[in-house]
């Protein structure tokens, strides 16, 4: 999805404090079951003026969702259509989908913008922050550069961290030596930056 409507929380708000007699419907269902079950609310004035009102609300709310998804989807489509015209060698990297490919591309522009990987990590908010003290030497989250660059590096690692056996035990490795898993993403947010900084910049290379 290009972004998260905020609908399907303000419906569960309304059913929270909807009467008891409507909110029973909807308990126990998932948010796409309430969606669904919302938008299908006929009007019965028998339910009482404010179960009636929560229940309009609630379909009107639920439609509303359904329209943004149906936008979403079709807007995701068409990016994914530029993203295979334009550099589709992206979307064969883990954890790369069609949202996140665009948002690289917008931010790389073009080969040359980043003198090197160092300067895209920088521009991504990958880049190590020293945070030594005393005798210990760390690093820390990079709060700067671009915020929308650095969730589709973020997006990239969560999903190598869920299906690839090599972060897997990377991730495995680096907790047994005492890292904490702010620190294991940074360090896979760099590495992935460096990758997808050489795929840009060299697209169609397997030596990555």
């Avoid at 009636?52 to 969702?65: F, H, K, N, Q, S």
């Amino acid at each position: 999805m290009l972004s998260r409507p905020i609908e399907p929380g303000q419906l569960h708000c309304l059913i929270v404090s909807a009467p008891e007699t409507l909110r029973e419907r909807f308990r126990g269902a998932s948010t796409a079951k309430i969606v669904e079950l919302a938008s299908h609310l006929r009007p019965d004035l028998k339910r009482g003026a404010e179960a009636e009102t929560t229940a309009r609300v609630l379909r009107t709310v639920a439609r509303r969702v359904l329209a943004l998804q149906k936008e979403a989807k079709e807007h995701e489509a068409a990016i994914a259509a530029m993203v295979r015209a334009w550099r589709p060698d992206l979307l064969s990297e883990l954890g790369v989908g069609p949202i996140v490919a665009a948002t690289l591309l917008c931010a790389w522009s073009h080969p040359g913008r980043c003198r090197s990987e160092a300067a895209f990590a920088m521009l991504a908010g990958t880049a190590p922050v020293p945070a030594s003290s005393g005798m210990t030497n760390r690093h820390r989250l990079n709060r700067f550069g671009d915020r929308q660059l650095n969730r589709a590096l973020h997006t990239v690692v969560i999903n190598r961290i869920r299906l690839d056996p090599a972060t897997k035990a990377y991730v495995a490795a680096r907790t047994k030596e005492g890292r904490t898993s702010r620190e294991i993403k940074r360090c896979l947010k760099r590495y992935v930056a460096r990758r997808l900084y050489r795929r840009l910049e060299h697209g169609g290379l397997d030596n990555l």
